[in-house]
């Protein structure tokens, strides 16, 4: 008797393991919503009954007490210093409302990477970009350690204003500055060698722009008034729906760059551009961004962003100083022209 099953059986047994994979999935996904919600609940009956009015000063005698009874009966996740992070958990999302909406799509893990951060604006940018970018609690790690949201603050800064597709825009979607230790790169390197760094590294390239890029094309070819043109990097965003040119400068900006990448666009919107798309945009990419200029061009009125990569790290103190004061810095021009960004008063 053959062994040999019919392909009707093969096909039957993929249709039912993919009914129990889904079933799974959504099991553990109901699982984990409502352990979140459970420690959410937790957190806010110990932080209005155990820490709150004249108990406060005996909380932390309190905390330790119920941590040994509960975990004695339940386990290790309601040890003391887990209650600790369910408190800090209702602290840093004292809305219900949002913990539902959010939990439906964010482990607890995702949630305890969340709660330290320093500021609601970055707990928000961050829980947002999990939802929509699907980040694991990987993805998010590497996200905060690279400063996701100071970056994407400091391209704000320098381009608002830009109009919104779908709720997302090229100011937020694009970073300053970008890492890219990752290339390994030598001293004295051109440009050649950065674009072929980059190809090498085409994946880390690309999570480090974000989700959401699509690779198309290198040295994309343009022929105008019978002359070659070349395009460094070609990408597609497929939220934003748009074609995004990205050019690389291994010194400062300068103005004629612009005039280069408006070209370019132009092409791009003429010859390249499909039905249902918006028109594309570029990104400059340069070792020193010449702040200044970039300001006075108003560049990002033509779909234009100067971002400076950065080939080194510097430790992370000096890091969050260097972002910072970027920071500061675009707020300060902006400020000087009457602009407030979101959160300025």
């Avoid at 709150?52 to 000063?57: L, V, Y």
Wanted: aromatic content about 10%; overall charge negative; some cysteine.
């Amino acid at each position: 008797m053959s062994d040999v099953m019919p392909l009707s059986v093969d096909n039957l047994y993929t249709e039912l393991r993919a009914l129990i994979s889904s079933s799974r999935q959504r099991l553990a996904g109901a699982v984990n919503a409502e352990l979140t919600r459970l420690y959410w609940s937790v957190g806010q009956r110990l932080a209005t009954e155990v820490l709150g009015g004249e108990r406060a000063q005996y909380g932390s005698k309190l905390m330790a007490r119920l941590g040994q009874q509960l975990t004695f009966e339940f386990g290790r996740g309601f040890e003391t210093k887990n209650l600790r992070r369910m408190v800090q958990f209702v602290q840093a999302f004292p809305e219900p409302e949002n913990v539902a909406s959010l939990m439906r799509q964010l482990s607890w893990t995702h949630f305890l990477q969340l709660i330290p951060l320093k500021t609601e604006q970055a707990r928000n940018f961050y829980a947002q970009q999990c939802t929509e970018q699907r980040w694991s609690v990987r993805e998010l790690r590497q996200q905060i350690e690279r400063k996701a949201f100071e970056r994407s603050e400091i391209a704000s800064a320098h381009a608002p204003g830009l109009p919104a597709v779908e709720g997302e825009t090229p100011a937020l979607v694009f970073k300053d500055p970008y890492f890219l230790d990752f290339l390994g790169l030598r001293q004295g390197h051109d440009e050649a060698d950065l674009e072929d760094a980059i190809l090498r590294q085409l994946e880390a390239f690309i999570l480090e722009l974000g989700r959401g890029f699509a690779f198309v094309e290198r040295q994309k070819r343009m022929v105008i008034d019978g002359e070659d043109f070349y395009l460094d990097l070609l990408f597609f965003h497929r939220r934003l729906r748009r074609l995004v040119a990205i050019e690389l400068k291994l010194g400062r900006f300068k103005a004629a760059h612009k005039g280069q990448m408006e070209l370019y666009l132009a092409w791009l919107n003429q010859y390249e551009r499909q039905p249902g798309e918006e028109p594309p945009i570029g990104l400059i990419l340069c070792a020193e961004a010449s702040r200044e200029q970039v300001e006075l061009l108003q560049m990002h009125q033509d779909g234009i962003t100067v971002a400076e990569y950065w080939t080194e790290l510097p430790p992370k103190a000096e890091l969050e100083r260097q972002l910072h004061q970027a920071l500061q810095d675009a707020r300060e021009r902006l400020a000087r022209r009457g602009v407030l960004l979101e959160g300025d008063e």
